[in-house]
């Protein structure tokens, strides 16, 4: 496609979770440091909030990535749509169980199990629960609260990191059993203008692009057609990219990007 044309190496604007891709915005850095400080200090449960496409996927993928694998067992459930007992099972078959059992006394005792076979060996556990606001059955809200109950007397066996869009935190608010036992809460805004210039120029120079590819007011309009949500910016620089190499223009220019924006 246009890969040739602007002579990348790579796709930059792709709308999938590749932690390679991903920029340290002050707030991004922020999101990771919060929620590794969390899962390295055994804390109970984090949540990170945040609209539509802000990024909130792509800081969990970091996060996991950083994580000494030695150290950490990680199950990540990202359709969490499901029934306490299913919702169970695929924690424990993340969790890398060759067989998980039906019952569901059964999968607690599988659950606890691992747990604490992953605290004898000096690994903690993770448990990501992404698309939490996807969550409708009240008594899978209420699993996910007591598997903090699996603790020793000193410390949480697990971390539980619960990601979701800005109607989770106002659901949490109506559960202040689970609520209570937040450490971290952390709600990612959108980009600010320059912040989102300075995104499109990292993932070019990671595709191996030229970084002036974007004129300044070009990217100027991509911010305020976006509004700061990376993944919006991703779909409207990746069709100017196409579109240009179509044209056969050598710059994106703000009139480009504005018709672009408007479809």
């Not at 802000?54 to 694998?69: A, E, H, Q």
């Not at 980009?191 to 070019?204: I, P, T």
Request: proline share 5%; net charge neutral; hydrophobic share 40%.
């Amino acid at each position: 496609m246009y890969k040739e044309y602007w002579h990348l190496t790579r796709y930059p604007f792709e709308n999938s979770p590749d932690p390679e891709f991903f920029y340290f915005s002050p707030r991004h850095r922020e999101a990771v440091q919060w929620l590794s400080y969390g899962i390295r200090e055994r804390k109970g449960a984090l949540v990170l909030t945040g609209d539509v496409g802000c990024g909130k996927t792509v800081i969990s993928r970091r996060v996991v990535c950083d994580l000494p694998s030695d150290g950490y067992d990680v199950a990540v459930v990202v359709n969490p749509s499901l029934s306490p007992v299913e919702l169970l099972r695929e924690i424990v078959f993340q969790l890398g169980s060759p067989q998980v059992p039906k019952s569901k006394i059964e999968v607690l005792h599988a659950l606890n199990s691992a747990l604490i076979g992953a605290h004898k060996a000096g690994r903690h556990t993770v448990i990501v629960i992404d698309e939490a606001q996807a969550i409708k059955n009240a008594g899978t809200l209420e699993e996910l609260r007591l598997l903090l109950n699996f603790q020793l007397n000193d410390r949480y066996l697990l971390t539980l990191v619960l990601i979701g869009q800005p109607e989770w935190a106002e659901r949490l608010n109506l559960l202040p059993q689970l609520e209570q036992r937040i450490a971290v809460n952390y709600t990612l805004e959108p980009l600010e203008r320059e912040e989102s210039a300075k995104y499109v120029g990292h993932r070019m120079r990671i595709a191996g692009g030229d970084t002036a590819i974007f004129a300044p007011e070009s990217l100027t309009w991509i911010h305020t057609a976006s509004g700061g949500i990376p993944r919006r910016m991703n779909t409207l620089c990746d069709r100017c990219l196409l579109t240009g190499s179509q044209l056969g223009v050598r710059r994106i220019e703000e009139d480009l990007v504005r018709k672009l924006s408007t479809r």
